[in-house]
């Protein structure tokens, strides 16, 4: 069974590449714009494209099974096409929660007639990063909603239950909400990095607009959209699944862990 892996050199792709080899794959194609960057184990087959160059998919389509998608939402509906053309018999998507901004993915998968599988996760650990500057300046985290809450999940865990998916039948038509195993605070977050680190960090709690200014020149125009959803989760939490545990057989990342694993990121 031929795999591809779009979006090979991302964060998520790269290691559905490692999760798939692991398992056991031997027969992995990965697309990727920078093979060099990417820096691929021996053995995987590099095909040089972009899923947002629709032009350059051919090749890298011909003979694939399988194929894991990458978020894009420009082109989604004429990939798909290209892989329903090119025989591609079951599409793993990486989208989002339901009815949000990236329902777009699904809806392009959907309508290509290409049995799929859908993977929604939510808000990855990683994001946790928009601190890193201002814990390794100092001992203080201004953000806006300390309470805001969610159950943030380790990219990890994504690239691995995607091998999974991709490798094993009977998860067509299904789709996966991911979760990590417990909601937290972004108060407690930090609090969870400062033990990483083995000091003890505070959270100061901006206003909405405070709060914006300060993500604006990281996230430009999305830092308002960012904030607005943390500001819902005040008072709707999102509550954890067990998604990843089913499919895995294992626990799912703890937050803890996942900032002691990345403490470097914040030194």
Wanted: charge should be negative; include cysteine; hydrophobic fraction near 45%.
């Amino acid at each position: 069974m031929k795999i591809l892996v779009t979006g090979a050199t991302a964060n998520v792709g790269r290691m559905v590449v490692d999760e798939l080899l692991a398992l056991g794959a031997r027969d992995v194609r990965a697309l990727t714009v920078s093979p060099e960057r990417a820096a691929l184990p021996g053995g995987v087959e590099v095909a040089h494209g972009f899923i947002g160059r629709p032009s350059s998919l051919r090749t890298a389509l011909e003979g694939v099974d399988v194929m894991y998608l990458a978020p894009h939402i420009p082109t989604v509906h004429v990939v798909c096409r290209l892989a329903r053309e090119a025989g591609v018999t079951r599409i793993v998507d990486l989208a989002g929660a339901k009815g949000d901004h990236w329902q777009q993915i699904e809806d392009g998968v959907e309508a290509s007639g290409v049995p799929w599988t859908h993977l929604e996760p939510g808000e990855f650990m990683a994001n946790s990063t928009l601190w890193a500057a201002q814990i390794r300046a100092g001992d203080e985290v201004r953000d806006g909603y300390a309470n805001s809450a969610n159950a943030a999940i380790a990219q990890e865990d994504i690239a691995a239950v995607a091998a999974r998916v991709l490798t094993e039948p009977g998860h067509e038509g299904k789709s996966y909400e991911l979760t990590g195993p417990e909601t937290l605070t972004r108060r407690q977050k930090v609090e969870a990095i400062g033990r990483a680190l083995g000091r003890e960090l505070r959270y100061i709690e901006l206003s909405h607009d405070e709060a914006v200014d300060q993500l604006r020149p990281i996230m430009g125009e999305h830092a308002e959209w960012y904030l607005q959803g943390a500001a819902t989760l005040v008072d709707h939490p999102q509550p954890a699944v067990d998604t990843v545990a089913r499919v895995l057989g294992r626990p799912a990342t703890t937050y803890e862990n996942w900032a002691r694993t990345h403490a470097a990121l914040f030194r």
